[in-house]
């Protein structure tokens, strides 16, 4: 593994602009990149790379499959990364993103190509539009896929493995009661905010036991001071680790939105999304065990648990891939200060090194 | 009196925008209107217009003054009226406003000045963003005006003669609690939209009793659905006749605004402000029983009051100028239902002619 040559790699890579969904630009540059690794190349009509590697001194006939999306948030043009070894680590110059979620993923994949003595069949995914909805791997044709089993790396630290993720439920919801001038009459007014107030006074928010939650995040309602508000919108989220769980907690809520609506006689639109479906991988499946393997090799004391948040690796799963999610050594992401610790760059470039070696 | 001419002035005014407080182009577009009639304008320092007219055909050197704000509430751009001479009604086409309060008061003072014979020394004057709190009235250089009475056009309907309105009360309250993943960590975040629901909760809203009422007009909370919401803004105001009451609901309010932020961990910031306080005028008076007169000439039946709305009228009495609030034919203010009753229109015309020529 060769520290300098991933540290250039990555800075080379933040360098080109991908702002979701802007990231066709960047796959380009990486279609050629893995080309020239030896890769064959295909980059499907969602504009997913797809670069499958022949095994490399290995009988092994199981392809793995390695993810890493192309995609940034904003603010990512322009990006100037500046390399301070003394700290052990790299950031931004504070004005934008420093986009090592994902490209750290991606340098450190793109590391282990080049220094790993031997691996199995190799199939590394670039993925567009991962931060927003919807997620690029919605569109990959999972048939033509040869992996199994595989590895998106995007989480936080090179101890982390990710094996399991929410059902996510989306809420938009909008109450109209009817404006009056509030010094006036406003018992001729019916109260959009109020309908919210008791909607969002009677649901189960926050964590609500240790695989699940819900929120508000957001409500908007009225416009003037001096009017009864009509209209107040809601938008709202429940996830779960259990999907039974999630579809339980997601008729509650629906339930009590609308009650709000009916005590106030005012009107509800509702809006209800599943954004994800949950999966969960068992500890002791192959794609853990190799992974879990390979981090205590390196040094480290391996983490497995779940995620609340959503990853690539949901849908990898439902397409039946079983995925796992391993860490790229950042902080502070989807901020300017955003930065990448380059001791953990390193140790996960070695993991999935060894990670490969040992499949072989 | 003309019917069509001042149906015409008025279209034209409500297409000017003016939503509080951008007024100030509406403002310079009256004022250029008025200088064509004869008269000295002026706008004072917050950009409230004062037009003053020399008397005609009298010897009457005591000028009186009537009122009529520029602002409307939202939504006020591209307002299109719609006149319907059969229903005897102008109304929007449902997109908006009407703008009727207030432009219907300033089209008849407009016609009123044009059709009167006879008239002692007229002060007309145009305040800005009253919708927002009496902003203009209370920022008004009342050493421009020389008038010791005034007529404030904004009631709804020509019968209504406002003798005294209620103590005003703004309160623009912000929480703040703390931010956090709402999937990953949420018991790491304090979500001020929790806080703003439970005190709405325990509130009191609407009219409270015959002279009292309560309302929160606005309602922002949160940045985006995965976050726990880290600030809500509400804007909340009460009013009522007893100026001591008012007071103690603003106490009330306020208390229960605090006593939800220090259940919840949030911090809350309240700013309150006394829009106006509350005045009476005597029922014989003169300015009630001049006006009370014309209308019955006009075959009106005055239906002499105290209202809990605020208008400008206020403002004018705390600084010594009676002041009471008359009618200019409107309904559903404050709404895109709104709209103008032209036979009202023209009874609210006439009874401003036959007044100002009685005191002529």
């Given at each position: 593994?060769?520290?300098?040559?991933?540290?250039?790699t990555f800075?080379?890579?933040?360098k080109i602009?991908?702002?979701?969904?802007?990231?066709?630009?960047?796959?380009?540059?990486?279609?050629?990149?893995?080309?020239k690794?030896?890769?064959?190349?295909?980059?499907?009509?969602?504009?997913?790379?797809?670069a499958?590697?022949?095994?490399?001194?290995?009988q092994?006939?199981?392809?793995i499959?390695?993810?890493?999306?192309?995609d940034?948030?904003?603010?990512g043009k322009?990006?100037?990364?500046?390399?301070?070894?003394?700290?052990?680590?790299i950031?931004?110059?504070?004005?934008?993103?420093?986009a090592a979620?994902?490209?750290?993923?991606?340098a450190?994949v793109?590391?282990?190509?080049?220094?790993?003595?031997?691996?199995?069949?190799?199939e590394?995914?670039?993925?567009?539009?991962?931060?927003v909805?919807?997620s690029?791997?919605?569109?990959?044709?999972?048939?033509?896929?040869?992996?199994?089993?595989?590895y998106v790396?995007d989480?936080?630290t090179p101890?982390e493995?990710?094996i399991?993720?929410?059902?996510?439920?989306?809420?938009?919801?909008?109450?109209r009661?009817?404006?009056?001038h509030?010094?006036?009459?406003?018992e001729?007014g019916?109260?959009?905010?109020?309908?919210?107030a008791?909607?969002i006074?009677?649901l189960?928010l926050g964590?609500?036991d240790?695989?699940?939650t819900?929120?508000?995040?957001?409500?908007k309602?009225?416009?003037n001071?001096?009017?009864?508000p009509?209209?107040?919108?809601?938008?709202?989220?429940?996830?779960s680790?259990?999907?039974?769980?999630?579809c339980?907690?997601a008729e509650e809520?629906?339930?009590i939105f609308?009650?709000a609506?009916?005590?106030?006689g005012?009107?509800v639109?509702?809006e209800?999304?599943t954004?994800?479906?949950?999966?969960?991988?068992?500890?002791?499946?192959?794609?853990?065990k190799?992974a879990?393997?390979?981090?205590?090799?390196?040094?480290?004391?391996?983490?497995?648990?779940?995620?609340?948040g959503?990853?690539?690796?949901?849908?990898?799963?439902?397409?039946?891939?079983?995925?796992?999610?391993?860490?790229?050594?950042?902080?502070?992401?989807?901020?300017?200060?955003e930065?990448a610790v380059?001791?953990?760059?390193?140790?996960t470039?070695?993991?999935?090194?060894t990670l490969?070696?040992d499949?072989? | 009196m003309?019917?069509?001419r001042?149906i015409s002035?008025?279209?034209e005014l409500?297409?000017?925008?003016?939503?509080?407080?951008?007024?100030?182009?509406?403002?310079?577009y009256?004022?250029?209107f008025?200088?064509?009639?004869?008269?000295k304008t002026?706008l004072d320092?917050?950009?409230?217009l004062?037009v003053?007219?020399?008397?005609?055909?009298?010897?009457n050197k005591?000028?009186?003054a009537?009122?009529?704000?520029a602002?409307?509430?939202?939504?006020?751009?591209n307002?299109?009226?719609?006149?319907?001479?059969?229903?005897?009604?102008?109304?929007s086409d449902?997109?908006?406003?009407?703008?009727?309060?207030?432009?219907?008061?300033?089209a008849e003072?407009?016609?009123?000045?044009?059709?009167?014979?006879?008239?002692p020394p007229?002060e007309?004057?145009?305040?800005?963003?009253e919708?927002?709190?009496?902003?203009?009235?209370?920022?008004?250089?009342?050493?421009?005006?020389g008038?010791?009475k005034?007529?404030v056009?904004?009631?709804?309907?020509?019968?209504?003669l406002v003798?005294g309105?209620?103590?005003h009360?703004?309160?623009?309250v912000?929480y703040?609690?703390?931010?956090?993943?709402?999937?990953?960590?949420?018991?790491?975040?304090?979500?001020s939209v929790?806080a703003?629901?439970?005190a709405?909760?325990?509130m009191?809203?609407?009219?409270?009793?015959?002279?009292s009422?309560?309302?929160?007009?606005?309602?922002?909370?949160?940045?985006?659905?995965?976050?726990?919401?880290e600030?809500?803004?509400?804007?909340?105001e009460c009013?009522?006749?007893d100026?001591?009451k008012?007071?103690?609901?603003?106490?009330?309010?306020?208390?229960?605004?605090?006593?939800?932020?220090?259940?919840?961990g949030?911090?809350v910031?309240?700013?309150?402000d006394i829009?106006?306080?509350?005045?009476?005028?005597p029922?014989?008076?003169?300015?009630?029983?001049t006006?009370?007169?014309?209308?019955?000439v006009?075959?009106v039946n005055p239906?002499?009051?105290?209202?809990?709305?605020g208008?400008?009228?206020?403002?004018f009495?705390e600084?010594g100028?009676?002041?009471?609030v008359?009618?200019i034919?409107?309904?559903?203010i404050?709404?895109k239902?709104?709209y103008?009753?032209?036979?009202e229109?023209?009874?609210?015309?006439?009874?401003?002619?036959t007044l100002?020529?009685?005191?002529?």
């Amino acid at each position: 593994m060769n520290r300098d040559r991933m540290i250039k790699t990555f800075c080379q890579l933040v360098k080109i602009p991908s702002e979701s969904p802007d990231d066709k630009d960047f796959i380009a540059y990486m279609e050629k990149l893995l080309s020239k690794e030896g890769a064959r190349t295909n980059v499907d009509d969602f504009g997913n790379l797809i670069a499958k590697f022949p095994a490399k001194d290995s009988q092994s006939k199981e392809s793995i499959l390695f993810c890493c999306h192309a995609d940034t948030v904003k603010p990512g043009k322009g990006i100037k990364p500046i390399v301070d070894l003394k700290n052990d680590r790299i950031h931004s110059d504070g004005t934008t993103i420093l986009a090592a979620d994902d490209k750290a993923g991606i340098a450190e994949v793109l590391e282990m190509l080049r220094s790993a003595k031997k691996h199995p069949p190799l199939e590394v995914v670039i993925a567009r539009c991962e931060e927003v909805t919807p997620s690029g791997v919605e569109f990959l044709d999972y048939s033509k896929l040869d992996s199994k089993i595989g590895y998106v790396v995007d989480f936080d630290t090179p101890d982390e493995v990710i094996i399991g993720g929410p059902t996510y439920i989306v809420f938009n919801v909008k109450y109209r009661g009817r404006a009056a001038h509030a010094g006036m009459a406003p018992e001729k007014g019916i109260s959009g905010v109020q309908c919210a107030a008791e909607a969002i006074a009677n649901l189960k928010l926050g964590r609500i036991d240790d695989l699940s939650t819900a929120n508000v995040g957001v409500v908007k309602g009225g416009i003037n001071i001096n009017s009864v508000p009509e209209t107040a919108e809601i938008w709202a989220e429940c996830r779960s680790i259990d999907d039974k769980k999630a579809c339980t907690m997601a008729e509650e809520m629906k339930k009590i939105f609308i009650d709000a609506a009916k005590k106030f006689g005012a009107e509800v639109e509702l809006e209800l999304t599943t954004s994800l479906k949950a999966y969960t991988i068992p500890k002791d499946s192959k794609v853990v065990k190799a992974a879990v393997e390979s981090i205590k090799k390196n040094g480290l004391k391996e983490n497995v648990k779940y995620t609340a948040g959503g990853t690539d690796a949901t849908h990898f799963n439902h397409g039946g891939v079983q995925t796992a999610v391993l860490g790229i050594g950042a902080r502070k992401m989807h901020s300017t200060e955003e930065y990448a610790v380059i001791s953990e760059m390193e140790k996960t470039a070695n993991i999935l090194i060894t990670l490969v070696e040992d499949l072989a | 009196m003309n019917t069509e001419r001042l149906i015409s002035t008025f279209c034209e005014l409500v297409k000017i925008p003016s939503e509080s407080p951008n007024d100030q182009e509406f403002i310079s577009y009256v004022e250029k209107f008025l200088k064509i009639e004869g008269s000295k304008t002026k706008l004072d320092s917050y950009g409230n217009l004062i037009v003053k007219f020399k008397e005609k055909n009298s010897k009457n050197k005591t000028p009186i003054a009537f009122c009529c704000h520029a602002d409307t509430v939202k939504p006020g751009k591209n307002i299109k009226p719609i006149v319907d001479l059969e229903k005897g009604i102008i109304s929007s086409d449902g997109k908006t406003i009407l703008g009727a309060d207030d432009k219907a008061g300033i089209a008849e003072l407009i016609e009123m000045i044009r059709a009167a014979e006879k008239h002692p020394p007229l002060e007309i004057i145009i305040t800005r963003a009253e919708e927002i709190g009496s902003l203009g009235a209370k920022n008004l250089d009342f050493s421009l005006i020389g008038a010791k009475k005034a007529y404030v056009l904004d009631m709804d309907s020509p019968d209504e003669l406002v003798i005294g309105e209620a103590t005003h009360i703004h309160m623009d309250v912000t929480y703040t609690g703390k931010a956090a993943h709402s999937g990953v960590e949420p018991e790491n975040g304090i979500s001020s939209v929790l806080a703003a629901v439970e005190a709405l909760h325990e509130m009191k809203l609407g009219r409270l009793d015959a002279e009292s009422t309560a309302n929160v007009g606005v309602f922002k909370g949160g940045e985006a659905r995965n976050i726990i919401p880290e600030v809500t803004r509400l804007q909340a105001e009460c009013r009522s006749l007893d100026h001591k009451k008012a007071l103690g609901i603003a106490e009330e309010m306020e208390n229960i605004f605090r006593k939800a932020a220090q259940a919840s961990g949030t911090k809350v910031d309240i700013v309150r402000d006394i829009i106006s306080s509350g005045y009476v005028i005597p029922k014989d008076s003169e300015i009630v029983q001049t006006y009370a007169n014309a209308l019955k000439v006009h075959g009106v039946n005055p239906d002499i009051k105290l209202i809990t709305a605020g208008t400008d009228a206020a403002l004018f009495n705390e600084k010594g100028i009676s002041a009471v609030v008359v009618g200019i034919g409107c309904r559903k203010i404050h709404s895109k239902e709104e709209y103008a009753i032209i036979s009202e229109m023209e009874t609210a015309t006439k009874t401003l002619v036959t007044l100002v020529e009685g005191l002529a």
